[in-house]
């Protein structure tokens, strides 16, 4: 759902980043928000959402273009959907096919090598998030 990704730290990686979704399980009203968020942010009421949003796996990965400070990214997009100190700007989001169960750790890191190989087969095709 998010192309503009906020952090309170910034880095130099640009390139393929594999996105894992974190341990905490989202309440039903975490949900709600932000739905309704990126359907007002969106301009679009009939945005298609998950039915489910899995936890502590590998959901698949984007392309990170861009790493910009607040006020570069505030130059940029005036209407831009974060307001973290840095923004991860995001395109060509690929989700996998099988979602692999796994812990994350702190800020960016390099996935085990096998996982890394497994992930790398099953992108689908295409993706709508």
């Known amino acids: 759902i998010k192309i503009h990704e906020g952090r309170t730290w910034y880095t130099q990686h640009r390139g393929r980043l594999w996105i894992h979704a974190g341990s905490k399980v989202p309440t039903e009203g975490d949900v709600k928000q932000l739905e309704n968020f990126y359907r007002l942010h969106t301009g679009d009421e009939n945005i298609q959402f998950p039915g489910h949003y899995p936890t502590s796996c590998l959901l698949g990965s984007v392309d990170m273009t861009e790493g910009l400070a607040q006020e ?36 960016l890191f390099k996935l085990d090598p096998k996982l890394h190989a497994a992930a790398k087969k099953t992108v689908k095709k295409t993706c709508d998030f």
């Open 72 to 107: 570069e990214y505030r130059e940029q997009y005036p209407e831009g959907e974060s307001s973290s100190p840095y923004v991860f700007i995001c395109t060509n989001p690929q989700e996998l096919m099988i979602k692999f169960p796994m812990s994350g750790k702190h800020k």
